[in-house]
């Protein structure tokens, strides 16, 4: 197991101490506040109480007005419209969001997601010959098309005419001829928070439709939630308009969840305790992953229709179709990753990149391989496969390697390629995978070596005896969490075992703990069973955590969600 580095998160003391001064808070949470750049009275009061008066107007986005012009009148004129979305979260809730509205205001619209293996990911020829063919005269692409230009001229060659709402970075010379495009990254466009998910992009432009088509505020509550489950999944920064968009959308979904969330959290939860309040973890851990294995074992559209339903028990039966596609994906990435091992294992030839291959893999989980491989191996890794007539491939990388820099280093060898600094996919034909190959793990070579290790972020340090219900209590004001607003993590040093510690089911550690005379602590280590014999030794450790709540047979206590271990200095 590869040792990860701790590193301090850094902050500046005198503007902690001032802010903890002004708020009358412990310095602790003035410190958390600092790291995450607030620094003022007002900046904590949006950070503590993110409300709908926080969020822009969605008029300021480029192209805004002139889309919801186009859709108010292909209403007024009965015109087809077809809603186009890809198959991960981001892209199945902008289609169930758009497409919902749409239907349930009087459009005529439907909806489309390409299939996985036969089209890939984004904007189609197929999907612009379908809508030809059934009478689209307007398609909305949402988390996809801005790097569509090829696909977009052919829908204006067939009459159809294209709005897109995208949140992806637009390519340098690529820029589709569309007749809206609505994305805060573009050129020109001075909307000030660019870090929308698609189906926040679309969540923007339904508001517009709201206003124009004189509805009630409260018809836009429910696709709240399906925005804040995408910003939660496409794992977009958590501030700014995301922070109460997200927070919103939690609000909204523990009042009255929309069928198809309420299905997947049961499925998600049975036999567990269920929580009193919705956190960004349950999107993450229980939705989530249900609606992208949908996507993954080519069943999209049965994302889209659950997320549309509004019959239980009919949702119910979507659900748990899509609880048997997780299960399946979560044997199909397990049995590959262990062959993926099994590899590297035998061909012990000492590598800077991981690149494994075998055409036999499923398609739709080598980003999870690859994710699992990196955990292992923490080396640029790129899993592939074949697909059709050509050789296809994940890729996720490390601090110090951009991946799309060295992808398009091999673009002589690509057919096809994209992503960014961590993650990427590709595709080449097989007779130049050697060469592929070769030149990657050259790339990877001339990366400085101290980069690879996994670091872990420590926010602060804490002591067993300041964890106090109190203490968590003013913690869980910091949710939602995610990227820019992570989940604080604390080191505690000169831990001891009680006696009670244990190995959980062989991979884990069940921990009870105690520091300088406190009061046993419990704690879980998720995948730490190599580190057991540290802590079985009665000597002093180090742990960093987040702080969470065991809720167990309506007994609820704090405990540690370890990270990681080592033996104290």
């Keep these: 197991m590869i040792e990860k580095k701790w590193v301090d998160t850094p902050f500046d003391m005198e503007s902690a101490a001032a802010l903890a001064g002004a708020l009358k808070v412990d310095e602790i949470y003035a410190r958390l506040l600092v790291q995450r ?8 009061r949006r950070f503590f109480l993110p409300d709908s008066l926080l969020l822009h107007d969605p008029r300021r986005m480029k192209d805004m007005e002139r889309a919801a012009e186009r859709i108010d009148m292909a209403r007024s004129r009965s015109e087809r419209i077809l809603v186009y979305g890809d198959y991960d979260v981001d892209g199945t809730t902008s289609v169930a969001l758009m497409h919902g509205f749409l239907t349930d205001h009087g459009a005529r619209a439907g909806y489309y997601i390409p299939d996985r293996h036969l089209e890939g990911y984004g904007l189609s020829m197929k999907g612009i010959a379908h809508a030809a063919e059934q009478g689209y005269t307007l398609l909305i692409a949402l988390d996809c098309g801005i790097s569509a230009s090829r696909q977009v001229a052919r829908a204006r060659e067939l009459g159809i005419e294209v709005i897109i709402c995208d949140h992806h970075l637009p390519d340098a010379g690529r820029f589709p001829d569309a007749y809206a495009v609505i994305n805060p990254k573009q050129a020109g466009c001075d909307y000030p928070f660019k870090e929308l998910t698609g189906c926040g992009i679309g969540y923007k432009l339904i508001s517009v439709l709201r206003e124009k088509w004189g509805l009630e505020t409260g018809v836009l509550t429910p696709y709240l939630q399906l925005t804040a489950l ?45 929580p009193d309040r919705l956190s960004t973890e349950d999107l993450a851990y229980l939705i989530a992953p249900r609606i992208n294995a949908a996507g993954r074992m080519g069943e999209a559209l ?41 590899m590297l294992r035998r061909d012990d030839a000492p590598r800077h990149a991981t690149v494994v291959y075998n055409p036999e893999w499923h398609k739709g989980v080598i980003g999870i391989v690859a994710a699992r491989l990196l955990e292992s191996c923490y080396r640029p890794t790129i899993v592939l496969t074949r697909s059709g007539d050509l050789v296809t491939g994940s890729a996720r990388s490390v601090k110090g390697f951009n991946i799309a820099e060295a992808l398009a280093e091999c673009s002589d060898l690509l057919e096809n390629y994209g992503g960014h ?81 244990r190995l959980v089911s062989s991979d884990h550690i069940r921990f009870e703990v105690t520091s300088e005379g406190s009061a046993p602590v419990t704690g879980i280590g998720f995948k730490m069973a190599d580190k057991f014999p540290l802590v079985a030794s009665k000597k002093p450790f180090d742990a960093c955590f987040h702080l969470s709540e065991n809720n167990w047979r309506g007994r609820r206590s704090l405990q540690l969600r370890v990270l990681d271990i080592r033996a104290s200095r």
């Design 37 to 44: 750049g607030i620094t003022s009275l007002e900046e904590a």
């Design 230 to 274: 995408s910003t939660v999944a496409d794992i977009v920064p958590m501030t700014g308009e995301n922070r109460v968009l997200t927070q919103m959308g939690l609000e909204a979904m523990e009042r009255d969840p929309l069928a198809g969330l309420g299905a997947l959290l049961a499925v998600g939860r049975e036999g567990k305790e269920k």
């Design 302 to 342: 049965d994302a889209v229709r659950l997320l549309m339903e509004k019959d239980e028990a009919r949702a119910l039966e979507i659900a748990l179709k899509l609880h048997g596609s997780n299960q399946r994906r979560r044997q199909l990435d397990q049995d590959m990753t262990v062959e993926a091992l099994e």
């Design 421 to 501: 600094y961590f993650a990427a996919g590709m595709t080449l034909q097989e007779k130049h995978l050697e060469a592929f190959k070769s030149r990657f793990e050259l790339l990877a070579s001339r990366m400085a070596t101290e980069e690879l290790a996994p670091e872990i972020s420590v926010d602060a340090p804490l002591s067993l005896t300041d964890i106090r219900p109190s203490f968590y209590n003013t913690l869980k004001r910091f949710r939602p969490f995610g990227p820019g607003n992570a989940e604080p993590v604390f080191v505690a040093r000169g831990l001891t075992d009680t006696g009670a510690s």
